[in-house]
């Protein structure tokens, strides 16, 4: 496994901006939760670092390679 991390992710559906600057690392093996209201954007955070997604801005790294662009 390797570890995932978000700089500075944003995504954006035309002028409305539904996730803006997420700094996040999660570390091999570590285990993460995200919770929050209905249409917050956890949905789309895992759809973006699944690669289901494109990020509008930011890297999103899974161990040292950036994975924006990978299908």
């Known amino acids: 496994?390797?570890?995932?991390?978000?700089?500075?992710?944003?995504?954006r559906f035309a002028k409305t901006e539904?996730?803006?600057d997420v700094d996040l690392e999660i570390r091999d093996r570590e285990f993460l939760?995200?919770?929050g209201p209905s249409g917050c954007g956890?949905?789309?955070l895992l759809r973006m670092v699944a690669g289901l997604e494109d990020a509008s801005e930011?890297?999103?790294l899974i161990g040292d390679?950036?994975?924006n662009d990978v299908p």
């Open 1 to 11: 496994m390797a570890g995932v991390t978000l700089k500075r992710v944003s995504k």
């Open 18 to 20: 539904v996730i803006r």
């Open 33 to 35: 939760v995200v919770v």
């Open 42 to 44: 956890k949905s789309t």
């Open 58 to 60: 930011g890297d999103i």
């Open 65 to 67: 390679r950036r994975v």
